[in-house]
């Protein structure tokens, strides 16, 4: 099982990108999946998690902006983020459960100027 997580890139201030994972080798099934991020020097902290049913859960810093959504057709979450703001610059990590362990895709790179 790989999670592959894209999307990321340099956005001005304000602006929006929209993060993909891709589950490979199975589906997500109904677990939850969940977005953390990490920037230099700080913890890898939690960003958004979907469930199976579609209810989603968010961070204080990111509700209101970053929306978290999957379509289960192509086995895939995503993670809308408007109105970026410089504290939103991390890697960007997906993650879920299998089989009692927490698996974590590869990261992909948020830069926010200012």
């Known amino acids: 099982v790989q999670l592959q997580a894209s999307g990321g890139g340099l956005v001005q201030a304000g602006g929006s990108l929209r993060l993909s994972c891709a589950s490979r080798?199975?589906?997500?099934?109904?677990?939850?999946v969940s977005w953390y991020r990490q920037a230099p020097g700080n913890e890898r902290e939690f960003v958004a998690r979907?469930?199976?049913?579609?209810?989603?859960d968010y961070a204080d810093p990111v509700k209101g902006r970053f929306t978290i959504s999957r379509d289960i057709r192509k086995n895939e979450v995503y993670l809308q983020m408007n109105s970026l703001k410089s504290e939103d610059g991390a890697i960007y990590y997906c993650?879920?459960?299998?089989?009692?362990?927490?698996?974590w895709g590869q990261g992909t790179q948020v830069t926010v100027s200012s």
């Open positions: 979907i469930g199976p049913g579609s209810g989603a």
């Open positions: 080798g199975r589906s997500f099934g109904a677990n939850h």
């Open positions: 993650s879920t459960w299998y089989r009692g362990a927490q698996l």
